[in-house]
């Protein structure tokens, strides 16, 4: 019981400690990749605020950032 109770604490508390690393893109390829993943990322940003209804309340972390967005 206590193997058990180590390991889910052990679980639970790991992710907070061990740090996110994403190493820098060495290829040319790799940048493009990067480039076109953060444009995707912030084109489905501009879409979510754009159908998002102005009495929502995440109307405003939606279209935090996003450039010509009405807040």
Known sequence: MSRILTLVLLASTGACTIPTYEADPVSVYQWERRQEGIQRQHAERERL?????????????LCRGVSGARQ
């Open 49 to 61: 605020c754009r159908i998002t209804r102005e009495d929502d309340p995440r109307k405003e972390e």
